[in-house]
Every structure is written in C-alpha cells, then in structure tokens.
C-alpha cells in the first residue's frame, strides 16, 4: 500500500535490519578512526585508502579472480595494506606534504580504476556499488567475519595505545577501511569517518566518542527510512542524514554546553 508517496511495504526488517547492522559495524571502528584521522590532520587518507582496496576489488571481479570468495578478500586487503605502508613509509620521509601525497595516492587509485573497467561492459556497474555501496544487499553472513575483524580492532585500538602510532595505525586503518568499503562503499566510508569526528571536535575523548556514535546511528537508521519508503539509492540518502544529524546534534550539544558555561559562571560569580 502507498500512502501519501511513502512505499510503507518496503520497510522489510529482513533486509533494513542488517543492512543497519552494517552500518552500527562501520561506525564502530570509523568513529574513533575518525578522530585520530582529524587529529593528525590527514582527512582524505580515508578515501585513498578505500580507492586503493577498491582498485583490488574492481581487478578482482574484471577478472574472476574468485569473486566475491577468498581471492576478492585477497585482493582488496592486500591492495589496501600495500597503500597503508606506503602511506606510513611517506609520512615518514615527508611529513609536511603528506596530506598531497595522500591527495595523489587517492586520484592515482581512482585513475588506475577508470582505465581498469574503460572496456569493461559492467565497468560503470561496479564503479557505482564502489562508490555508492549497496548496504540493503548485505545479508547476515556477511557481518559475521567483520564483526569478528572489528572487535580484535577495538580491541587493539582501546587496549593498546601504541597501535595508534607509526605503521600501527596504518595497517588498522587499512584493514578496518578495506572492510568497511565491501559493505557500505567509498561514499559512506568517507561520511562515517569525517562526520561524526567534525561535528565533535570540541569535545574530550569519551563525550566525543559518545555524541560521533549517536550522529551516526541517527543518520544510518534515518537514511535507510528514506531509502526505503521513498525508493532513493541508500548510499547518498545516509551520507545527507548522517551530514545533518551532525548539524543538528552538533548544534544542540554546543547549545547546552554554553548553558552550562553560563550557569557556572554564574553560580561562581555569586
């Protein structure tokens, strides 16, 4: 039945609820991610990394190179964890420039792609899920092996702090990016991890971690609605929710945050 334009049969928990999954995964990781990302002043490493799994993907599933089994995981992890440690390896020679670099890395990726599929009849097919994802195909057994990935992640992340420095960082970032890519594409990747962390930068470790977690949840849950009663690609329906969930929950927490200022200073004054 539709009413009023909203397509209300298409709301199917067996294919919102782990398509959500997905998303609650990839904000796991990403969040945190996204912090240090912002703290080290290096935003586009994500889409580098995410075109340089994809890179492996797309010459994965050109040339049956087992897709969608072992050999595509091989292919985009390797692919990914390669980028990571000549990224590292950069960083560590040209530290002032690295942000260009990482700039290059990411057009020389997306170039090698668009050769790689320019005579391929299904190139522009599996450059749009690249991008765009395709989070409402994900099924259960997917999230199995990823949620098993991001909990060693996090665990690592939280539980070792060293992790976080040198080619640590690198290799977790490409492994968690070259996960994330298969699920949700480039798109999402970029949104999940440079959003949240943004719209939070004022704010300490844990608080932060809180409200990025919470503009994230809120724009994945509000565009698979969207998507789904409307009948919109899902990948740019969540990039717009999660970009003003943050605007909006951003704007609220600094609000309180002011009236608590205001509040102290004035019970101080008394």
Known sequence: MNTAGFDWQALDPAILAPAFCAGLLVLSTHVPLGREVLRRGIIFIDLAIA??????????QIYHWDP?????????TGSALLGALVLGWLDTRWPRIQEALIGIAF??????????????????EHMRDLLSGQILWVDWQQLYPVTALYALLLALWFGFPRIRRGAGFYLVFALAITASVQLVGVYLVFTSLVVPALATRHWNRWRGLGLGWTIGILGYALGLLLSALFDLPSGPAIVWSVAVSALVIGRLASFKKRQALTVLGEESAE
């Open 51 to 60: 075109q340089i799994a994809g890179l492996g993907m797309l010459a994965a």
């Open 68 to 76: 969608g089994g072992w050999g595509l995981q091989i292919a985009a």
């Open 107 to 124: 057009v020389l990726a997306a170039s090698a792609s668009l050769l790689l599929i320019a005579h391929n009849p299904h190139g522009g």
